[in-house]
């Protein structure tokens, strides 16, 4: 009688450990499950806030592009300017 009641004590015991080591496991998958959503979430906020930044990047991009062609026109321009000025023929200077 006595190997009897110590089995059941066993199993007792045993079925306690199982159902608190699956709460234990069941509590923990919900946590994680939430932190998996929450960075889904984050994942998702940062892929549109990174293509937007991208669109910005473009048309920064495409600006300073106009700006340079303009930049470069002014700057040929001023150089021809500069090239005449200097490589100009001196004035003969008339004696009278």
Same mark, same amino acid.
């Not at 079925?15 to 994680?32: C, E």
């Not at 200097?86 to 200077?93: K, T």
């Given at each position: 009688?006595?190997?009897? =009641? @110590? %089995?059941? +004590?066993?199993?007792? +015991?045993?079925?306690? $450990? &199982?159902?608190?080591?699956?709460?234990? =496991?069941? &509590?923990? !998958?919900?946590? %994680?499950?939430?932190? !998996? /959503? #929450?960075? *889904?979430? !984050?994942?998702? *906020?940062?892929?549109?806030?990174?293509?937007?930044?991208? #669109? #910005?990047?473009?048309?920064?991009?495409?600006?300073?592009? $106009?700006? *340079?062609? $303009?930049? $470069? =026109?002014? =700057?040929?321009?001023?150089? @021809?300017? +500069? /090239? *005449?000025?200097?490589?100009?023929?001196?004035?003969?200077?008339?004696?009278?």
């Amino acid at each position: 009688m006595n190997t009897i =009641l @110590q %089995t059941n +004590i066993f199993f007792i +015991i045993t079925s306690v $450990a &199982v159902v608190v080591v699956l709460l234990f =496991l069941i &509590v923990i !998958l919900s946590f %994680t499950i939430l932190i !998996l /959503k #929450d960075l *889904k979430h !984050l994942t998702k *906020k940062g892929k549109e806030e990174g293509e937007k930044i991208l #669109d #910005d990047i473009g048309g920064m991009r495409s600006e300073i592009k $106009a700006k *340079k062609t $303009a930049i $470069a =026109l002014f =700057l040929f321009f001023l150089g @021809q300017r +500069i /090239k *005449k000025f200097f490589h100009r023929r001196p004035r003969e200077e008339e004696y009278y």
